[in-house]
């Protein structure tokens, strides 16, 4: 998921603009009238500043940096982050999405090594690993996410690892690849729904997404999505998003409240109350989810390590 630190949400800058296409929804809230329960503590301490220095030193990037998340402090100072590999330039333009857009840079196949080195330095029980979009690439990536798992075992056995890949485009193969590697979670995105989708994210498909993760689960994956709220979907739409994951018996489910990253982007539609996030938890763990996390500032890879059976 894409999202903006609190104490960046009224920047207007951004790297590249993601024009949106859509208005206003007639409960648009401005950012500057954030809810109450909207509070982050930004602090570094050592083990954040050990997370920074790391990544800095072999050259690698954080989702958690790329798109703004407002945990970014919490999850650092606890020694957890969120790997984003194959650069930084993403090939698909989402109306909600901070990372930039545009032309790649040519695959780093160094990369893999220098991951695994981190995670070695850095001690970690459970890795999460995602990346761009790269639609440019016969296979979208998943050899680079393939070699990654496998040279992050290599240094790390007792590792786990999630991976939060993109739809590959419906790539069978690419799939196949990633899942040979055997990850303890198979994560992708729904991001959000149905009707939204083609407005929302154009590059995307909505069944295209639901059917990866059939064929993720099929191939003995346990499988986690997330989706986003506050882009416009009724509660109803996303109660429908939630039994079509189970319907393929998405296993882990994460859902969060989006927040606009810059003015460019796709404004807040509603900002949910944290009783209803709670009461789509319920109602998600009732549908089969072995695990639910439902909160405003719920990112994908939040709270992580505790979805993982050892």
């Excluded at 690419?174 to 198979?186: G, S």
Aim: charged fraction near 25%; hydrophobic fraction near 35%.
């Amino acid at each position: 998921m894409s999202f903006v630190p609190l104490d960046q949400l009224r920047s207007s800058s951004a790297t590249t603009p993601h024009p949106s296409p859509l208005t206003p929804h007639s409960s648009s809230i401005s950012s500057s009238r954030l809810p109450a329960w909207f509070k982050v503590t930004a602090k570094t301490g050592p083990d954040y500043l050990d997370i920074k220095q790391t990544m800095e030193r072999l050259k690698l990037h954080t989702i958690c940096e790329e798109a703004r998340c407002p945990n970014r402090w919490e999850c650092w100072n606890a020694r957890t982050a969120t790997f984003l590999i194959l650069g930084d330039i993403c090939t698909r333009r989402c109306h909600y999405c901070s990372v930039e857009t545009g032309r790649p840079n040519a695959v780093d196949h160094d990369e893999p090594p220098r991951v695994a080195e981190a995670i070695q330095a850095l001690g970690l029980r459970h890795a999460v690993i995602t990346s761009v979009n790269r639609d440019e690439l016969p296979d979208g990536g998943a050899s680079v996410f393939a070699e990654t798992i496998r040279q992050t075992r290599r240094l790390n056995s007792t590792c786990t690892i999630e991976v939060l890949i993109p739809d590959f485009e419906g790539n069978e193969k690419a799939l196949a690849a990633v899942c040979a590697e055997k990850p303890e979670i198979l994560n992708h995105n729904i991001e959000t729904v149905k009707r939204l989708f083609p407005s929302i994210r154009p590059q995307g498909k909505y069944q295209r997404s639901i059917d990866l993760l059939a064929r993720a689960k099929l191939q003995g994956m346990t499988t986690k999505s997330g989706l986003i709220l506050g882009m416009g979907e009724t509660i109803a739409e996303a109660r429908e998003v939630m039994r079509d994951l189970r319907a393929v018996n998405c296993d882990i489910m994460t859902v969060g409240q989006y927040l606009q990253p810059t003015r460019e982007h796709l404004p807040v539609a509603k900002f949910y109350d944290p009783s209803e996030f709670a009461l789509l938890k319920e109602e998600g763990l009732a549908m089969g989810f072995s695990h639910v996390e439902s909160g405003p500032l719920v990112r994908s890879s939040y709270h992580a390590e505790q979805q993982v059976s050892r």
